[in-house]
């Protein structure tokens, strides 16, 4: 076959032949063998040459750089991981704006997804996205078979990707299935182009061995410039995206460029912690609903909530929130403002967990360096069992809502605490109190909230409760291999719960948190559950940790028909948040039996009951408050540092998405 020299060539039809498959990624395919070669002269964007050395600031890519290097050898591309926002719109003009649009923001680089435009000229729209663009770019024609909306003709549709490369596209996106014939007798490309061999499974996460082999085939691949291998796969749980990371995190250490992903909410921990996995890149999307996979983040988000330009392999520690469900967490909201805030190098990000012990495991064999981890519904029980050791307040609940790694990588003990009941407890002894100052009628105990917590760090942990603790908390500021212990002191002032009945909804984890706290604060407990059998387990279990308490079981029906009545009702299920906002435990009839009614839900923050019971006279308590002091000294216990409670009441009030 003669190859094409001389100006650069429109896509025409190609030549047809069998395909490659590999043992981890299968689909069907057509068939094909591109066979065009041309040459161009790069182009400089804001004194750089466009290509992957322009993701180097203030250094451009020489042509010698690009003509000597080894057919995929790897490659320093930059020495910290980029963010490259997708590009799904439907016109040319639209990709454009949304270039720009990332520009602004401050991505790195855009994905543009030449398949979701609805007319496609690949003879004048790819010319024109090149030279229009104010940011590198990576070239994607995803056909149907391989997730994308393209319909073209194979032959078509890779002539088109080399006419990209060509031009000298910062990078384009080949699929592993086609890539060895599409490489075949390729000839010249621009300067400083590189490509990016992409695999996707969109049902599971192959097993580490399979990604390995399959990361294997792709570098083995003989390409006409540098090649990127990238893997995404679907995450069924966050384990899945340890797997990823794992595999990322090995492969990048030994010198070799690699995107991995995983698709999916179970999947986002790979995009929010690929740059302390060593990613070439993260894809982000930008906030207008159109995202190019399942998972991906808004830029502003990865960029300055998570920071992904600042995390370093090696260096940036992890903490996280483990539940099911947690996308609706603000949990990162307000720890990472803290680590910014606090100057600490590290990240915290949420994990939707199926399976505790499963993910632990797969976290430490990926070789994370976890420090910590805040845990919520369903796994609050289970981790306390996790763990190697417990203090006595998590040893008394049966519960635990944070767990502390010593050691670096997981490598040492695992401690168990739990930071529900005293946040609880203040919580609502804060509302008495208030509601006792302001005298009868409605209340709202959470109008003031925000100049209460101004400025203050945290000492929420102090409260009158028989648990003490007397070691010094440590952190990512302590020496590896001492454990923290909450600071918890004692208090002489009497508890204004003391004497009176509260209601507590549930008997999970944090239904056994504040019904412990309150009945060693001296109320009388009742606890509500759907299953009484759980109810009676729970109060059996607070009347041997405190010696003659009243705590009483009974079925929540009791409480919904108003035949039960109280000083406090304070629900600890998931009943009414986010989405399920309609949804309330008790009905607005029953709510007038009770003085203060306080809601562990915090998303929304006015939750229905909340809304009903200060209709109904009642003081109302937001889970916002119980939220942030239990948040504040799980930060102490990850970093032995104080936590400023202005700085996570700010940080609380941002919508989540930004």
Known sequence: MIAHVGPPVSPALLPVAPIARGPAFRCRAPVLQPRVTASSEP???????????????????????????????????????????????????????????????????????????????????????????PLPIIITLRPTWEGGKSELPEPRRLAALKYAAILGAAFVDVEFKVASYFFENFGEVGPGTRFIVSSHNFTATPPLSELEEHVA???????????????????????????????????????????????????????????????LLSFATLDDGKASAPGQPFVSALLRRYRLREQRPGKTRVWGVVGRPVGHSKGPLIHNAMLKAANIDGVYVPFLVNDLPRFLKAAAA?????????????????????????????????????????????????????????????????????????????????????????????????A??????????????????????????HTSQA???RGKKIVVLGAGGAGRALALAAARAGAAVVIANRTLTRADELAASVRTAVP???????????????????????????????????????????????????????????????????????????????????????????????????????????????
């Open 43 to 133: 182009r400089r964007l804001g004194g750089m040459e466009e290509g992957p050395r322009s993701l180097q600031p203030h250094r451009a890519a020489s042509k010698a750089d690009a003509a000597t290097a080894p057919s995929g050898a790897p490659e320093a591309i930059s020495d910290f991981t980029r963010v490259c926002v997708s590009l799904m719109r439907d016109t040319v003009d639209g990709m454009l704006l949304g270039a720009r649009e990332a520009q602004a923001e401050g991505a790195d680089l855009v994905e543009i997804r030449l398949d979701a435009l609805t007319a496609f000229d690949p003879a004048n729209d790819i010319p024109r996205i090149i030279a229009e663009s």
């Open 217 to 279: 085939l792709c570098r083995g691949l003989q390409a006409p410039a540098p090649l990127v291998v990238k893997l995404v796969t679907t995450a069924l749980d966050a384990a899945d995206a340890m797997t990823m990371l794992g595999l990322l995190r090995a492969t990048t250490a030994a010198g070799q460029p690699m995107i991995g992903l995983a698709m999916g909410e179970a999947g986002v921990p790979t995009r929010l912690l690929a740059g302390q996995a060593g990613a």
């Open 366 to 462: 990926s070789g994370m360096d976890l420090g910590g981890l805040s845990v919520t519904i369903p796994h609050k029980e289970a981790a306390l069992q996790a763990a190697d050791e417990a203090d006595g307040l998590a040893a008394g609940i049966g519960a635990a809502n944070t767990l502390v790694w010593a050691g670096p990588r997981m490598t040492q003990g695992c401690r168990a605490y739990n930071t529900d009941a005293l946040a609880a407890l203040h919580a609502i002894e804060d509302g008495l109190r208030r509601g006792k100052e302001r005298g009868a009628g409605p209340q709202n105990a959470d109008s003031d909230r925000a100049s209460s917590n101004s400025g203050k760090s945290s000492g929420v942990a102090e």
């Open 464 to 489: 009158s409760s028989s648990h003490s603790g007397g070691v010094s908390p440590g952190g990512a500021d302590a020496p590896h291999g001492s454990l923290p212990s909450p600071t918890v002191t």
């Open 495 to 497: 508890s204004p719960l």
């Open 548 to 658: 003659g308490a009243s705590v009483q079981a009974v079925r929540l029906d009791g409480v919904r028909s108003g035949e039960l009545g109280g000083d406090v009702l304070a629900n600890t299920t998931q009943i009414g948040m986010h989405p399920k906002v309609d949804e309330s435990p008790v009905p607005a009839s029953a709510l007038r039996r009770y003085t203060l009614v306080f809601d562990a839900v915090y998303t929304p923050l006015h939750t229905r009951l909340l809304t009903e019971a200060k209709e109904a006279g009642c003081t109302v308590v937001t889970g916002d408050s119980m939220f942030l002091g239990q948040a504040a000294e799980q930060f102490k216990l990850f970093t032995g540092r104080g936590a400023d409670l202005g700085v996570m009441q700010a940080a609380l009030d941002r919508p989540l998405q930004h």
